[in-house]
């Protein structure tokens, strides 16, 4: 059965790569699993049509048969643990690699976000400054911690897994920044994750989108 997934009409990242539908889509590709896609408008994502498939009136969603899924890092999982090649085999290495998905998106994650939208939302704000402040450091502390375990190596534990596929993502909102600049190995790591061919066909299809809806 091909799973359906929801993502933004009008994406407001400006097509690059950052709604987290990019994730699902990735993840998809990784595993060679073809994909619908129900394109959404901000307004439609409040209707009780959707808020029937994620309370919070986000994206994005998944699909299939009668199983409805919402949260990106939940729908990476499900279709990690249902698929090859994004998870580990053996018991114990899959449960460090599940462990680093979550560290991805609670650890991580959180300040790069609110680094990312303050820097958008709060720029006026007299606040703005020492805001940024803060979270920087905490983003620093959080990349000195990560670039420490990734040393030279490709990906975070052996083999790409589904934990890089989210950390790269979420490191993705720092690039050109000297927060990652400043820790080539993650700036390496990140360029890895680009240069794989399933991200590839999940940005150009993420990037057909905004380019339709801007030519409309």
């Known amino acids: 059965m091909i799973p359906t997934i929801t993502a933004f009409e009008r994406s407001p990242d400006g097509g690059q790569g950052h709604a987290r539908d ?17 394109l959404v408008s901000f307004g439609t994502m409040k209707e009780a049509a959707h808020m029937a498939r994620q309370p919070f009136g986000q994206i994005p969603t998944y699909e299939e048969g009668n199983l409805t899924l919402f949260e990106s890092g939940a729908i990476v999982l499900y279709i990690a643990q249902h698929n090859e090649g994004l998870l580990p085999e053996e018991p114990d290495a899959r449960a460090i690699a ?3 998905m979550f ?3 609670n650890t991580v994650e959180p300040p790069v976000f609110d680094h990312s939208l303050a820097s958008i939302l709060e720029r006026d704000a007299p606040w703005f400054e020492p805001r940024m402040r803060a979270l920087e450091e905490t983003i620093g502390r959080r990349l ?9 190596s490709d990906w975070l534990d052996g083999a790409f897994s589904a934990a890089d596929l989210l950390m790269v993502t979420v490191l993705r909102r720092l690039s050109g920044s000297e927060l990652l600049d400043a820790r080539p ?32």
């Open 22 to 38: 990019m994730r699902v889509r990735w993840a998809l590709e990784e595993v060679g699993r073809p994909y619908e896609v129900r």
């Open 98 to 100: 599940i462990s680093w």
């Open 103 to 105: 560290a991805a998106l």
């Open 144 to 152: 000195d911690a990560l670039s420490d375990h990734l040393g030279a």
């Open 185 to 216: 190995n993650l700036a390496a790591y990140v360029a890895r994750g680009e240069a794989r061919p399933a991200y590839q066909r999940a940005f150009a299809a993420q990037k057909a989108v905004f380019t339709a809806a801007t030519d409309v």
